[in-house]
């Protein structure tokens, strides 16, 4: 069965410092990656999405970058956090459901201060 | 950007009610989808309708999907305390493609 682990759970960053947040994903190969971030009352705004290893796309411009090392392995990060960067950071892949659900990790919850 | 619209933003009932949820949307759209987020945790999927559907059921759920209006709504029947949580659409023109989340509707079911 699938299963996505996010680390950490919970964040707590002063402004300006680095970020990085990891994604790992089991019981699938070759998966699309996505992050979204959730802001406190709001919907999921898609940030990256990977087709694969070394393959990214941004979906919004902002100071954050994404990376996928490996291809079960997606990485989110900034090297300077602003404080519009708290939120609820979710990463997802497609489901084996094979009509483009997604299944969807635990989350990580930062707060910038 | 946000495709979905669901309202209402905020729903509170009472156990054994029924809970409708609407979502509205702006583009042509490959499939529609719900999700259920419980507070602090991650999203699950609860169901998906076809463009080329007009109502599906998964237990006490029911969906309808109105492609010309570009309207969805969410039926929970019999609700119960265990089903409070956010409820999202969610829209994506082809198959394959990122989905674009609404912003929910929170629901409250008290006992």
């Known amino acids: 069965s699938q299963t996505i682990h996010q680390w950490p759970a919970t964040l707590v960053q002063p402004v300006g410092s680095p970020l990085s947040l990891e994604c790992t994903v089991e019981g699938t190969s070759n998966p699309n990656l996505y992050w979204y971030r959730q802001a406190a009352g709001r919907g999921l705004q898609l940030l990256f999405y990977s087709v694969g290893i070394g393959q990214i796309s941004s979906e919004v411009p902002q100071n954050l970058s994404a990376s996928r090392p490996q291809d079960r392995q997606f990485i989110l990060s900034s090297k300077k956090l602003l404080l519009s960067d708290s939120g609820f950071y979710l990463c997802?892949?497609?489901?084996?459901?094979?009509?483009?659900?997604?299944?969807f990790g635990p989350g990580t919850r930062l707060t910038v201060l | 950007s946000q495709q979905g619209e669901e309202d209402p933003q905020a729903l509170s009932i009472q156990e054994g009610e029924n809970a409708t949820m609407n979502c509205s949307y702006k583009t042509s759209i490959n499939n529609l989808q719900w999700y259920r987020q419980n507070s602090g945790r991650g999203l699950v999927h609860l169901i998906l309708i076809r463009s080329n559907e007009r109502e599906k059921h998964s237990g006490r759920l029911r969906v309808t999907l109105d492609t010309s209006k570009k309207s969805s709504s969410l039926l929970i029947t019999a609700s119960r305390a265990a089903d409070t949580a956010s409820y999202f659409c969610?829209?994506?023109?082809?198959?394959?493609?990122?989905?674009?989340f609404g912003k929910g509707t929170t629901l409250s079911v008290s006992s």
């Open positions: 969610a829209t994506d023109r082809q198959a394959g493609t990122a989905l674009i």
């Open positions: 997802a892949c497609p489901s084996r459901g094979g009509g483009n659900e997604q299944f």
